[in-house]
C-alpha cells in the first residue's frame, strides 16, 4: 500500500477530486458536508491499474486548521497537491507549500482542478515552477474537472506512477505511529488510526503510548477496513489495543516500539528559513509551535547561533514527543497577535540529549559547532558531542552506535578519553597533598569528579602512572611522606621499641602521642611501623627478627615459648605469630605448637 496527502488552498477542490476518485466521502462531519468544508482529517483509498492500493489522507485548507493539515500530512511520504484553475496560486497554497517544503516531502503530483471553468494551462505552469522550488522538485502535473471526467484516467495513471517510484520502507524500522482518531467500539474496546510510515506491527506486540510510555497490547488490526494479523509500513492501519483507556488517548499521541525512543523535553536543532521568507525578515519569538508528525507542542525557542538563512536553536518543549536525531519538523507561528499562521521554520533535529550549558559561552560554542555539521550527524558525532554514552542510549537516539571499545555498556570517545585521563592524574596527585595519611583517591570521588556515570569507566581511562588498589587510586610509584607532628610521633614509637622491640606501646602511649587509627594506617603504607593488629604495632623489620630468634628455639615451641624468648606480651605475640604464620615464617605443628623455617 502507499499513502498519500492532499495539499491546497481551501475550497480548490480536494475532497471532491478524492471523492469521485474513490466513490468514497472523505468528509466524516456532518457538518463538513453541510458547509462544503473540510474540518478534519478524511480518508479514502483506491486500487490502481497497477493493483497497488493507494490511501488518500484528506486534509484541510482553511488557514485556521494548519495545525490539523499537518497533523495528516506529517506521516504521509507523498502529496497530491491541488491548485484550482479559476483562481490560481493562492496564500494557503503557498502556506501549505511552504510545510510541506518544511517537513522535505520529496514525492507527489501536481493537479490543476477544476480545469472546466478556466484554462489551465497558465496556472499549471505557474504552480509547477513555484512546487519546483521547495523540496518536492519537479512533479508530474494533470489538469482536470470532476465535473466532467476530463483528466481523470490521467490522474489515475500519473498516481500510479507516483507510488511505484516510492522509496520501499525500512519493514524492521521501530514503530512509531502517529495517531490521528481515537475511539471506542462496544465489544472491542479502544481503536486508534495512524499512517504507518516504518516498521510492522503484528498481532499480540506490546506497544507503548507516548508521552507516558504506557505499555498496550495490539488486540486487532485493520487495513483499509480488512482485519489483519501483520501490517507493514507504508499503510493506513486501525489498531486494537488491550490495556489502554479512551479517556487518556488523543490525537498527537504516538503508538512506539518500546525501547528504542527518546521522549526528551529539551532539543537542539538546526532551523532553516523558508525559501519565500527575506532573509532579514526572520524575526523568530520566543516560543511557537512544533508539528511532528501528528502531533504538536509549544517550544520556547533558545537562539544559539546563526549562519545566514539558518539558526541553531535549544527548543524546551511543553510536551514531550518521541523523536530521533534527523527527524523533520514544522515550526509554526500560531500569529494570533497578527491574526495570520505562518511557517516559520524547518526543523531538523541534531540533538535528543541535549547537554546543560552552564558556564559563558557554552551557548555559542555549541551552536557553531551544530551549524558546522554537513549533515546529520551519526554515531561517532554523536559520541564525540556527548564523550560517554550507552550503547542503548544510541538506539534511543536514532543512530548507529560507532565501532569504538566498550566498556561494559558504555562507549567513550578517544579524545574525552585522554581528556579524562589527564584529569584524573591530577585529580588524584592533588588528592594525595590535600590527604595525606589516606591511602589514595577513592574511586567513587575520582568518578564524581570527572562526571562519569559508571565507576567501570574511570578503572578503563586510567593512564600508566595510576593503579587501582582496593578501591582507592594512587600513583604507581607515589612514596608516602608523612606530614609533621605525624612523623616525629612515629619517629618517637621507633627510638622506644629500639630498647624492647617486642613491646607494642599500649594504645594510651599510642594516644597521648596523638597517633589514631588513621595516622597508624598511613605509617604502615610509608613502611615506617609494622602493623600486627589494630592497635598493635612495631618497627619495620621486626617480624623477620623475631622468626630469626625463634629459629633458635628447641622445635617446635609454644606461644608461651615464643613470649618468654623476645620478651613481649600475650596481647602481642599471638598476632605477631598469627602473622608469622601467614608470612611463611612460621607453620603449625598441632593446636599448641609451631615450628620455625628462616626465609631463603
Known amino acids: 500500500m502507499h499513502v498519500l496527502a492532499t495539499a491546497g488552498h481551501v475550497d480548490h477542490g480536494k475532497s471532491t477530486l478524492i471523492r469521485t476518485l474513490t466513490g468514497m466521502e472523505p468528509d466524516r462531519l456532518a457538518e463538513e458536508r453541510d458547509r462544503g468544508l473540510t474540518i478534519e482529517l478524511g480518508f479514502a ?15 484541510p485548507g482553511h488557514e485556521r486548521f494548519l495545525g490539523t493539515m499537518l497533523a495528516g500530512v506529517g506521516p504521509v511520504p507523498a502529496v497530491l497537491f491541488a491548485v484550482a484553475a479559476d483562481e490560481g496560486w493562492m496564500p494557503q497554497s503557498e502556506e501549505h507549500l511552504a510545510a510541506l517544503d518544511a517537513l522535505g516531502v520529496q514525492h507527489g503530483l501536481l493537479v490543476v482542478t477544476r480545469s472546466d471553468l478556466a484554462d489551465p494551462a497558465p496556472v499549471l505552469a505557474a504552480a509547477q515552477q513555484r512546487i519546483g522550488e521547495s523540496s518536492l522538485g519537479k512533479v508530474p502535473a494533470v489538469a482536470v474537472s470532476a465535473t466532467t471526467g476530463a483528466g481523470l484516467p490521467e490522474l489515475v495513471a500519473a498516481i500510479d506512477e507516483v507510488t511505484s517510484d516510492l522509496p520501499a520502507p525500512d519493514l524492521t524500522a521501530p514503530v512509531r505511529l502517529w495517531l490521528d482518531r481515537a475511539f471506542s467500539i462496544r465489544g472491542s474496546g479502544v481503536v486508534v488510526t495512524g499512517t504507518l510510515g516504518a516498521g510492522t506491527i503484528k498481532l499480540g506486540d506490546e506497544l507503548e503510548l507516548s508521552p507516558t510510555r504506557h505499555r498496550v497490547q495490539v488486540r486487532g488490526l485493520q487495513t483499509l477496513e480488512q482485519p489483519a494479523r501483520l501490517v507493514g509500513s507504508v499503510a493506513r492501519v486501525a489498531v486494537n489495543l488491550r490495556g489502554a483507556e479512551r479517556s487518556a488517548i488523543s490525537r498527537g499521541m504516538a503508538l512506539l516500539t518500546p525501547g528504542q525512543w527518546s521522549l526528551p523535553d529539551a532539543i537542539d536543532v538546526r532551523l532553516d528559513q523558508p525559501e519565500y521568507a527575506e532573509a532579514t525578515d526572520w524575526d523568530m519569538p520566543g516560543a511557537a509551535v512544533l508539528h511532528m508528525g501528528s502531533g504538536r507542542t509549544v517550544a520556547r525557542i533558545r537562539p544559539l547561533a546563526r549562519d545566514q538563512r539558518r539558526l541553531a536553536a535549544r527548543l524546551t518543549l511543553r510536551d514531550r514527543l518521541p523523536l530521533h536525531i534527523g527527524d ?48 546529520i550527524p551519526d554515531g561517532a558525532v554523536v559520541l564525540a558531542q556527548h564523550g560517554v554514552l550507552r550503547k542503548a542510549d544510541f538506539t534511543m537516539m536514532g543512530v548507529a552506535p560507532p565501532d569504538v571499545p566498550a566498556v561494559g555498556e558504555w562507549l567513550l570517545h578517544a579524545g574525552r578519553r585522554g581528556e579524562l585521563g589527564e584529569q584524573l592524574v591530577s ?6 597533598e590535600a590527604h595525606p595519611l589516606e591511602r589514595g583517591m577513592p574511586l567513587d570521588a575520582a568518578r564524581r569528579a570527572l562526571c562519569l556515570p559508571d565507576r567501570r569507566l574511570v578503572a578503563a581511562l586510567m593512564p600508566p602512572p595510576l593503579r587501582l588498589v582496593e578501591g582507592r587510586i594512587r600513583t604507581a610509584d607515589q612514596a608516602q611522606v608523612l606530614p609533621e607532628p605525624l612523623a616525629s610521633a612515629v619517629r618517637a614509637v621507633v627510638t622506644e621499641l ?35 593488629a589494630d592497635g598493635i ?18 622445635q617446635p615451641f609454644s606461644a608461651s615459648d615464643a613470649r618468654q624468648a ?27 605448637q609451631r615450628r620455625c623455617r628462616l626465609p631463603d
Open 498 to 532: 629500639t630498647k624492647s622491640p617486642f613491646r607494642a606501646p599500649e594504645q594510651q602511649e599510642l594516644a597521648a602521642r596523638r597517633l589514631d587509627r588513621k595516622g597508624l594506617a598511613a605509617a604502615e603504607r610509608a613502611g615506617q611501623l609494622l602493623r600486627i
Open 45 to 59: 483509498w483506491l486500487t490502481l491499474p497497477s493493483g497497488r492500493q493507494v490511501a488518500f489522507v484528506d486534509v
Open 427 to 432: 585529580l588524584v596527585t592533588e588528592y594525595a
Open 566 to 592: 623476645l620478651d613481649t606480651t600475650r596481647r602481642v605475640i599471638i598476632p605477631l605469630l598469627e602473622l608469622l604464620d601467614r608470612e611463611g615464617y612460621t607453620e603449625r605443628v598441632d593446636a599448641n
Open 328 to 375: 523533520r519538523a514544522v515550526l509554526r507561528d500560531a500569529g494570533q497577535a497578527r491574526g495570520e499562521t505562518r511557517i516559520l521554520a524547518r526543523v531538523t533535529v541534531l540533538d535528543v540529549r541535549p547537554p546543560v550549558l552552564r558556564r559563558r559561552g557554552d551557548a555559542a560554542n555549541r551552536g557553531t559547532r551544530m551549524l558546522a555539521l554537513a549533515d
Open 537 to 554: 604495632v612495631l618497627a619495620p623489620g621486626a617480624d623477620r627478627e623475631a622468626a630469626k630468634i625463634l629459629a633458635t628455639l628447641p
